[in-house]
């Protein structure tokens, strides 16, 4: 993908339409169920479903923008708390891969909101300066980064993911899982485009293979790096390095 091709640009922009009224519309009929309902369990879930998944083309179509944003060096410079951008990331990926995690945090308030996650397997580590420092830099490329790691993990796990952030004066954040691994014969490909899905034999792919090819675009941008540690049966370790904006 590049940004000389106008008929990506303009698939982007004739495409935000439309997904922002079928989200609207579908955000309305959940709103005003006693206006329009009472719906059965069966209206309410596929209502549910049609909300996710236009949520999840709303987050691609940001993705694809940041990335054309990332490509013509346009970072927004801002001060901001690394453990908020944490909260938003998770929440996104939460929401895409376990809906009923996400279901269960809305309802929870905030003392409650660290047990949920360890009991789910989560565990979020933030050591060293950006524990009580702000980052520097442009935090919805930062919360893209961790939300495609994240998901991943949260996807590929077998019971947990633990998420550490550290480093000074470059951000260090690594996301790990204890799932099956990626052999090294693939641990070349997986940050090509559209590799995860080609790849898949027989059935439906779980997602496009588009996420890590974003993310490392967008951390080459920024003049970081990402590195995986990983072998088969052995869980993924995906760990990124990002200087702070000056
Ligand atoms: N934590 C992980 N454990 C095991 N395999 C992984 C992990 N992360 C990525 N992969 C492999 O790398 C492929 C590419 O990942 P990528 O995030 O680019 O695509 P995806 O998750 O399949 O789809 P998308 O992110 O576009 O929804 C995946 O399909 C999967 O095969
Ligand atoms: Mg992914």
Not at 4 to 10: A, F, M, R
Not at 48 to 66: C, D, F, G, M, S
Not at 154 to 168: Q, V
Not at 223 to 240: H, K, M, N, Q
């Amino acid at each position: 993908m590049t940004r000389k091709d106008p008929l990506v640009d303009l698939l982007i922009h004739d495409l935000t339409g439309p997904l922002s009224i079928v989200l609207t519309s579908v955000n309305n009929l959940l709103t005003k169920e006693d206006k329009c309902g009472p719906y059965t369990e069966y209206q309410k879930n596929t209502l549910k479903r049609a909300q996710r998944n236009a949520e999840k083309a709303k987050a691609l179509l940001l993705e694809i923008i940041e990335v054309y944003r990332s490509e013509e060096g346009l970072f927004r410079s801002e001060q901001f708390m690394i453990a908020d951008v944490v909260k938003e990331a998770l929440l996104d990926a939460l929401e895409i891969v376990t809906p009923d995690i996400s279901e269960e945090l809305a309802h929870a308030g905030e003392d409650s909101f660290k047990d949920i996650l360890a009991r789910n397997g989560i565990i979020i580590d933030i050591s060293g300066k950006y524990g009580q420092a702000a980052f520097i830099h442009d935090p919805k490329k930062i919360r893209q980064i961790l939300r495609n790691l994240i998901s991943n993990a949260l996807k590929y796990r077998k019971a947990t993911m633990k998420l550490s952030l550290s480093g000074d004066p470059d951000l260090v954040i690594s996301v790990e899982d204890d799932g099956q691994g990626i052999p090294q014969e693939k641990q070349t490909y997986i940050f090509k485009r559209f590799f995860g899905a080609s790849n898949k034999k027989g059935g439906a792919p779980d997602g496009l293979g588009f996420g890590l090819s974003c993310v490392k675009h967008i951390v080459e941008k920024m003049s970081g790096d990402i590195s995986l540690r990983s072998g088969e049966g052995a869980g993924s370790c995906f760990t990124v390095r990002i200087p702070p904006l000056r």
